[in-house]
């Protein structure tokens, strides 16, 4: 009997290894992780992407003014037009490659990704699931976006878009009331009723050490303070008189600003982040407004750069 | 005196117990924090148009096999080159590393090698010599078998914006894993030990530790506490705890990552396990008491410190904790301390302690990882359990060695196996 046994004690200590040995043998998950070694923070990256696989696949097809079956990242139906306007109010599923202007006039869902090298409006109530533009683009209300937006030019959004995953802009980003994003890139990205007190001319010369706030840290009345700033807690400005940070505010809990401000630096926060009346970062540079919950802009907000929220974006 | 050994022993059965659950329990509620918990931003996301200058340092002696490749890949890099310099290290390499140097030094101005042929050797050494020679703020370190992607040094140098941030570690991951058993269990490893452990230490605001590659830290501050230690074996432990000390932040990013050549040879494993354990555990003689009582740490930072200073000694003691429980069961001492404690020790210690990242780590790693089949090789831990556990235990007796007789330590460098370009 106390052989059986030995012969299931080993039996039962060997099968635990037995799954190991295989894998060891088949090498069946033996690869190394992946690391895109060519990634680069862009924030035009979408449509860049975009752009560049869509031509390229024009160019080696070598068709023109018509539908044709591309390899893009998969086989599309790309439709090539001039300047191009049009009401279709059924839903579209080809590619569009648009050399011209390009102008949705009524509300129309696009299903598929369009490239316009000139510039581009949607009409009240579109629905698309991304689009590179060279030139400015204009939405209208309601309009939804699935996935992504990028233009060379100027971005103006009418009210209660959704913004899907992406938006940038290489000149202004103009927002309107009640539209939802994650991000936002743009020189400036700004809200209505927006209007800069900056003056650049007070020469600041920006202290070594930091201000290091353990818990909230509230300021209300006007201060200029030409540190970077750590706080541990929340962060909020009330106050209508002028509140100037020259640096950089990491917040570990949420930041609230409501007033006449302007912070040169980045705003970062893990929780969430409501601004009114403020200006992040200045002309000609990038700097970032990040949260990891939420985002809500109200009206007068301007930032120089980049929004980014892992939770939820909104514009009131 | 027989009744007095044995209690002894008892206590010390006792002690081993205790310490073992405590360590359960902590790497417990890492891998439940990376399942449940809130998951901390990393600074990553920021953009921002005005980097900070940075200088990159890669230490290196005898690495023609791999000094092409680090290189070309640098100098690749997205970060603005007005910013940017490279410092290679040539610490008295009798190979062809200083002709492959210069040949890049010619070609990318960016690149001013260091040539070290005199003085004393080591990496410690050969970063405080390259620190004289930049001033710039952030000073990167990558091993010399590293292969940096583009974006990595713009994603490193952004977390520095952040005021309170002394040190930045990214993630590295073995690029050699297929080669055979050996790299196929430090894969693993590295990934319970990156993955989870360290990224919730960064979400729980813990202590995350400097590795000394695939990083950074700040020049000035650095240089102000003094540089790094030469008679340092793992110059990276040590800075990290002085960055504590001095009340700055490291901080963790689990997306800033970068392939490494994991050892192939059990004997060079063995060396570098030894080596690091050795650093190690000298960091914690040195540092412990000043931990304890430093007063610019928070004390959930001071709890998880002081079972980090530890974590290396804690193989020693499961060891003799081992010993202890034979010991007892063969003076005829039965009950809870013979055989009960021999089977909760092994089971502890196998689930807790192989490897450093336990079992539950590193298997929620892999699967965090989307890798998943390689979950079964978790039995086969248990080898490399007891290997980690032998070297591991000689570190932490030749880091007593050296602190209580004051001996010179001599800088080993890990051995290369790349035969050609990846």
């Known amino acids: 009997m106390i052989i059986v046994y030995c012969v299931v004690f080993i039996a039962l200590l060997v099968l635990a290894f037995v799954p190991g040995v295989r894998e060891l043998n088949e090498r069946e998950d033996a690869g190394e992780l992946?690391?895109?070694?060519?990634?680069?923070?862009?924030?035009?990256?979408?449509?860049?992407?975009?752009?560049?696989?869509?031509?390229?696949?024009?160019?080696?097809?070598?068709?023109?003014?018509?539908?044709?079956?591309?390899?893009?990242?998969?086989?599309?139906?790309?439709?090539?037009?001039?300047?191009?306007?049009?009401?279709?109010?059924?839903?579209?599923?080809?590619?569009?490659?648009?050399?011209?202007?390009?102008?949705?006039?009524?509300?129309?869902?696009?299903?598929?990704?369009?490239?316009?090298?000139?510039?581009?409006?949607?009409?009240?109530?579109?629905?698309?699931?991304?689009?590179?533009?060279?030139?400015?683009?204009?939405?209208?209300?309601?309009?939804?976006?699935?996935?992504?937006?990028?233009?060379?030019?100027?971005?103006?959004?009418?009210?209660?878009?959704?913004?899907?995953?992406?938006?940038?802009?290489?000149?202004?980003?103009?927002?309107?009331?009640?539209?939802?994003?994650?991000?936002?890139?743009?020189?400036?990205?700004?809200?209505?009723?927006?209007?800069?007190?900056?003056?650049?001319?007070?020469?600041?010369?920006?202290?070594?050490?930091?201000?290091?706030?353990?818990?909230?840290?509230?300021?209300?009345?006007?201060?200029?303070?030409?540190?970077?700033?750590?706080?541990?807690?929340?962060?909020?400005?009330?106050t209508e008189e002028r509140v100037e940070i020259h640096g950089s505010v990491f917040v570990e809990g949420s930041v609230r600003i409501d007033g006449n401000v302007l912070i040169t630096g980045n705003v970062f926060s893990q929780q969430t982040v409501h601004l009114r009346g403020v200006e992040v970062g200045e002309p000609g540079g990038i700097k970032s407004v990040i949260s990891k919950k939420e985002i809500v802009l109200f009206p007068d907000v301007v930032v120089h750069g980049y929004i980014l929220t892992d939770g939820r974006g909104l514009t009131v | 005196m027989e009744v007095d050994i044995l209690v002894i022993l008892k206590g010390y059965a006792v002690f081993v117990i205790v310490v073992s659950v405590i360590y359960l329990v902590r790497h417990f509620l890492f891998t439940l924090n990376r399942v449940f918990g809130e998951q901390k931003m990393y600074y990553q996301d920021i953009m921002e148009s005005d980097y900070p200058s940075v200088t990159v340092f890669i230490s290196m002696h005898n690495e023609e096999k791999v000094a092409k490749n680090v290189l070309e890949l640098l100098v690749k890099c997205d970060y603005p080159q007005d910013k940017l310099s490279i410092i290679p290290i040539n610490d008295h390499s009798s190979d062809r590393t200083q002709e492959i140097l210069d040949s890049f030094a010619a070609k990318y101005p960016i690149i001013k090698p260091l040539h070290r042929s005199s003085g004393e050797r080591g990496k410690a050494v050969a970063?405080?010599?390259?620190?004289?020679?930049?001033?710039?703020?952030?000073?990167?370190?990558?091993?010399?078998?590293?292969?940096?992607?583009?974006?990595?040094?713009?994603?490193?140098?952004?977390?520095?914006?952040?005021?309170?941030?002394?040190?930045?570690?990214?993630?590295?991951?073995?690029?050699?894993?297929?080669?055979?058993?050996?790299?196929?269990?430090?894969?693993?490893?590295?990934?319970?030990g990156y993955q989870v452990d360290q990224q919730a230490r960064y979400n729980m605001r813990l202590i995350a530790q400097y590795g000394g590659t695939v990083g950074g830290?700040?020049?000035?501050?650095?240089?102000?506490?003094?540089?790094?230690?030469?008679?340092?074996?793992?110059?990276?432990?040590?800075?990290?705890?002085?960055?504590?000390?001095?009340?700055?932040?490291?901080?963790?990013?689990?997306?800033?990552?970068?392939?490494?050549e994991a050892p192939e040879a059990w004997p060079v494993r063995a060396r570098q396990i030894t080596r690091w354990s050795r650093g190690h555990n000298q960091v914690m003689f040195n540092y412990f008491w000043k931990f304890v009582f430093c007063d610019k740490i928070a004390f959930r930072e001071k709890v998880d410190g002081v079972l980090l200073l530890f974590i290396y000694a804690m193989p020693f003691v499961l060891l003799v904790g081992m010993a202890n429980s034979l010991a007892l069961f063969f003076l005829g001492e039965s009950g809870i301390f013979t055989s009960a404690s021999l089977i909760s020790l092994f089971l502890v210690g196998c689930s807790s302690f192989g490897n450093y990242a336990p079992f539950y780590e590193i298997g929620l790693a892999v699967f965090l990882d989307g890798a998943t089949r390689r979950l079964r090789l978790l039995p086969l831990l248990i080898f490399n359990f007891f290997f980690n556990m032998f070297y591991t235990s000689k570190g932490f007796v030749e880091a007593f060695i050296d602190v209580t007789t004051g001996r010179a330590t001599i800088w080993q460098k890990t051995e290369r196996f790349r035969k050609a370009a990846p």
């Open chain 1, 34 to 238: 992946y690391i895109n070694m060519d990634y680069s923070k862009d924030p035009h990256f979408f449509g860049d992407s975009f752009r560049r696989i869509l031509t390229d696949a024009v160019e080696k097809s070598g068709v023109d003014q018509t539908i044709s079956e591309m390899k893009l990242s998969r086989k599309e139906d790309v439709l090539i037009t001039g300047t191009y306007s049009y009401v279709v109010v059924n839903s579209e599923q080809h590619v569009l490659l648009c050399r011209g202007n390009l102008d949705i006039e009524g509300p129309n869902t696009r299903n598929k990704e369009a490239y316009v090298m000139g510039s581009a409006k949607m009409a009240d109530g579109s629905a698309i699931t991304a689009m590179a533009v060279d030139g400015n683009l204009k939405l209208g209300k309601d309009v939804n976006v699935v996935r992504w937006l990028d233009s060379r030019g100027e971005v103006s959004i009418g009210d209660n878009c959704d913004l899907g995953v992406s938006v940038a802009g290489n000149g202004k980003v103009l927002l309107g009331k009640d539209c939802k994003f994650m991000r936002l890139f743009g020189s400036p990205v700004s809200t209505r009723g927006f209007v800069s007190h900056m003056d650049l001319s007070r020469p600041v010369k920006k202290q070594q050490k930091y201000k290091h706030i353990l818990g909230n840290f509230k300021i209300t009345r006007g201060i200029i303070l030409d540190q970077d700033m750590k706080i541990e807690g929340d962060f909020v400005i009330l």
């Open chain 2, 217 to 260: 830290f700040r020049r000035k501050e650095v240089l102000a506490l003094g540089g790094f230690n030469h008679k340092s074996l793992t110059e990276d432990t040590e800075l990290t705890f002085k960055l504590y000390l001095d009340g700055w932040k490291v901080v963790y990013a689990n997306r800033v990552e970068c392939y490494e």
């Open chain 2, 127 to 192: 970063l405080n010599d390259g620190m004289a020679l930049t001033d710039h703020e952030i000073m990167m370190v990558f091993d010399a078998d590293y292969l940096p992607p583009k974006g990595i040094l713009k994603d490193i140098a952004v977390c520095f914006i952040n005021p309170e941030v002394g040190a930045v570690m990214g993630r590295v991951v073995p690029i050699n894993v297929s080669t055979n058993l050996l790299t196929r269990m430090l894969d693993i490893e590295r990934a319970g």
